[in-house]
């Protein structure tokens, strides 16, 4: 991992959350690619591939229609040459949008760093996730990802589907 992308990640959690007037909790996810499990691909890998995407993330104190969010995650594809991305971001969800307050729509982008056949290139995603709040700790999600797949000879944006859960950890005081 390069020096330039741990600074990117100290910046993502230590100063960029200062300015939403401090964080409201830490939550957990963990999150499959819902292909990948399913169906497999036309890539050779087999229903069943393990994709996993886990995030931690701070969320903002809540406004009007939402608040920001700051992540870290980490992503593992068993796929050939095994695929891993390390990666740093920010976003907005929209909870007071839907009628039903038990939805919440996310947007968020990112940059990251893949890990593949022996060789690092930095890559850029954006993310839109829905969320269902199935208790005050816990929300089963989805999340639609686009990602710059910079470990790919054509270097390529592709995109995974992920169903997972999302867990708060704590809230922190205000």
């Not at 909870?95 to 893949?114: H, T």
């Not at 850029?124 to 910079?150: D, E, H, V």
Request: no cysteine; hydrophobic share 40%; proline share 1%.
């Amino acid at each position: 991992m390069s020096k330039q992308f741990l600074k990117l990640i100290l910046l993502t959690f230590f100063f960029i959350p200062s300015l939403s007037i401090g964080q409201n909790a830490i939550s957990a996810s963990v999150h499959q690619d819902f292909k990948l499990l399913l169906f497999g691909d036309d890539r050779g890998n087999r229903a069943g591939t393990l994709d996993i995407l886990t995030r931690i993330k701070y969320s903002g104190k809540e406004r009007k229609s939402g608040y920001f969010t700051y992540f870290v995650e980490f992503e593992k594809a068993e796929i050939e040459n095994n695929y891993y991305r390390y990666g740093a971001g920010f976003g907005y969800t929209f909870s007071n949008i839907f009628s039903d307050k038990n939805i919440e729509f996310s947007a968020s982008a990112g940059i990251g760093n893949i890990h593949r056949r022996d060789e690092d290139s930095l890559s850029y995603s954006a993310t839109a996730s829905l969320n269902f709040i199935m208790s005050p700790r816990i929300k089963l999600g989805s999340m639609f990802q686009y990602i710059n797949r910079t470990d790919l000879d054509r270097n390529l944006v592709r995109y995974s589907f992920f169903i997972g859960l999302e867990v708060r950890l704590f809230k922190l005081k205000s």
